[in-house]
């Protein structure tokens, strides 16, 4: 059987609330009660939205504001089933946790840290009753275990809502054990606790990483299975992190841990000065080497950021010594290491992680400068001679097709799973589509499928699945997927194909060749792809470059993969939109 799912998907909506009231929790929280018909099942645009759900005790919802002021501008487009975020210049968006939901007084709770900073708190700050607010969400909650003897809930002021939404709703009949940092002693609140229940109160500055993980460790640690939630600071849980999965050694499946906001760094004096004088401070002109990100990579291939982390205060050699690395190498690389904040040595005390450094502790940074995704932009070397060839970039710096490498490496195929994992809270609008009545069968191909599968349970679809890979031998594919779904093309037809993200990372006639034989097996197929680079993304620009470098292709649109469609005996019979830039296009056997 598979393991339990760790969240539940929600639909996607748009919502417009007011302000009915404002408390004043403590003199460092403010709350704000915000209701509206929104809260129920409403109709608008001539579509009908179920009403707002949010049953998890760290749901997040999306609130949508605008730099200019004009929030109309900055809404996302409403799809039937799904957001699509369309561009906009002014829009801010910033997610907070419901304090507490109540469907029947039409209610929804927000608490705000009063002396934070940001536009949230600014509009929260100004708040009156009547004032208007547009929001999105959640998308998703979390499943914790069934079975726990105890779970300890970790956070700064800002996650105190979550934590007293827990207390107020105990989702575990367990045992809490609270752990709260906070900057003032006024920002302490009464809690819901019960016999058994422990909660210890830390003065720590916002963001005081070697606060809380000190009170992290201090912890006691109860017998029995438990789960251990966080929520803080971004940078300020890396340690914790660090803490809990390689000292504790706690299972992925029994840790969360979230960074709920970002510190920024303070500005530079005369980046101050101008914004006091009016004038916005300039951008440099100069394209970015790419010195620093391959100096970062080699710190990471070398192991000199977790050596650091390790043991703080290594000299250079013996660093050099502990990696196995000649002390010139180390010597070469420190310097730019130290430049970007890596590694640094303040004072001569040995060696120590800057705050860059302490970044790349992050599993999801670390793969952006070792993983699938940085050899990707290391394909990009040769982009002038793919671009004259008419090649892919990946092509052309390895000599095979990146279909080619995944097909036989179990653990980039695995990257590509995790990337797509992100899919499963998009596809309400396809398996809500009618295509789905009187199915009984499914093939599942592309590493989409784990997500594909997800959704259609949620959505209580539940055909007899196949899963299976164009080229990809079961061996790679297994411990990626699902279980006890079958791996493989046998079987008999199906009544209807899914591709998901299945054509993101072949060429133009690799695509055509599993679509070619995906004919032979069904007289329905559906392909989820990027269709157009998502609007939310800071990185839209680079969209359609990245898969260029995979594919020899840019983002293929509808049009682009009508013509593959075509080529393969198929016709596009419609497309779904379902948000974030990506597309269902639903196909008939010519």
């Not at 504001?65 to 957001?83: E, F, M, T």
């Not at 993980?213 to 929520?231: F, H, I, M, Q, T």
């Amino acid at each position: 059987m598979a393991a339990q799912r760790a969240y539940t998907t929600h639909p996607l909506v748009l919502r417009r609330v007011s302000v009915r009231r404002v408390e004043e929790v403590t003199p460092r929280m403010r709350r704000v009660v915000l209701g509206g018909e929104d809260l129920a099942a409403f109709t608008r645009d001539g579509i009908g939205h179920p009403g707002f759900a949010a049953p998890g005790f760290d749901d997040h919802i999306k609130l949508i504001l605008a730099a200019d002021g004009d929030v109309r501008a900055a809404l996302p487009a409403q799809l039937p089933h799904g957001i699509e975020w369309t561009p906009a210049e002014h829009r801010l968006t910033r997610d907070y946790t419901p304090r507490r939901v109540d469907l029947d007084a039409g209610e929804l709770h927000l608490d705000f840290v009063v002396h934070g900073e940001g536009p949230a708190e600014s509009w929260a700050a100004a708040a009156r009753e009547g004032d208007e607010l547009w929001f999105v969400g959640p998308k998703s909650s979390l499943r914790l275990p069934e079975r726990l003897d105890w779970i300890q809930l970790v956070g700064d002021e800002t996650a105190l809502p979550a934590i007293g939404r827990f207390l107020d709703e105990r989702p575990l009949d367990v045992p809490a054990h609270v752990l709260v940092t906070v900057s003032d002693d006024a920002a302490r609140q009464d809690l819901a606790l019960r016999d058994g229940d422990t909660v210890s109160w830390v003065l720590a500055e916002p963001g005081d990483a070697a606060a809380l993980e000190s009170a992290v460790r201090a912890l006691p640690v109860p017998p029995g299975e438990g789960y251990v939630w966080a929520a803080a600071e971004s940078r300020a849980l890396l340690p914790v992190r660090r803490y809990l999965q390689r000292e504790r050694k706690l299972p992925k499946d029994r840790v969360n841990i979230t960074g709920y906001w970002h510190r920024e760094e303070p500005a530079a004096p005369e980046t101050e000065a101008a914004a006091e004088a009016g004038a916005a401070p300039t951008a440099p002109a100069e394209i970015p080497s790419p010195l620093p990100w391959l100096a970062a990579r080699a710190a990471l291939q070398l192991g000199v950021v977790d050596a650091v982390a390790d043991t703080p205060g290594l000299s250079a050699d013996a660093l050099a010594a502990r990696l196995g690395v000649p002390g010139p190498g180390i010597s070469v690389l420190l310097p730019l290491l130290s430049a970007y904040d890596v590694v640094v040595d303040a004072d001569g005390g040995g060696l120590r992680l800057g705050t860059a450094g302490e970044e790349l502790l992050d599993d999801h940074e670390r793969e952006e400068y070792t993983g699938h995704e940085a050899d990707v932009l290391l394909a990009l070397a040769h982009l002038a001679p793919a671009l004259r060839s008419g090649t892919s970039p990946w092509r052309a710096a390895s000599g095979a097709t990146l279909y080619d490498t995944v097909a036989h490496d179990a653990e980039r195929y695995g990257e590509l799973v995790e990337e797509c994992e992100q899919l499963v809270f998009l596809l309400t609008g396809l398996t809500a589509d009618p295509l789905w009545e009187g199915v009984k069968t499914c093939l599942l191909t592309g590493p989409g499928s784990a997500s594909m599968a997800a959704a259609l349970d949620d959505a209580g679809r539940r055909p007899r699945l196949r899963i299976a890979e164009e080229g990809v031998p079961a061996e790679v594919l297994r411990g990626h997927v699902p279980a006890p779904e079958r791996i493989d093309w046998t079987g008999g037809p199906s009544d209807v194909a899914v591709a998901a993200k299945a054509l993101a990372y072949r060429t133009d006639e690799e695509a055509v060749r599993l679509l070619t034989r995906l004919a032979g097996w069904t007289g329905t197929a559906v392909l989820v792809e990027a269709s157009r680079p998502d609007g939310l993304s800071p990185h839209a620009a680079e969209a359609a470059l990245h898969a260029f470098t995979a594919t020899g292709s840019p983002l293929r649109d509808s049009a682009a993969i009508a013509v593959l469609a075509e080529r393969s005996g198929w016709r596009v019979e419609r497309t779904v939109a379902l948000g974030w830039g990506a597309e269902a296009t639903v196909l008939r056997r010519a």
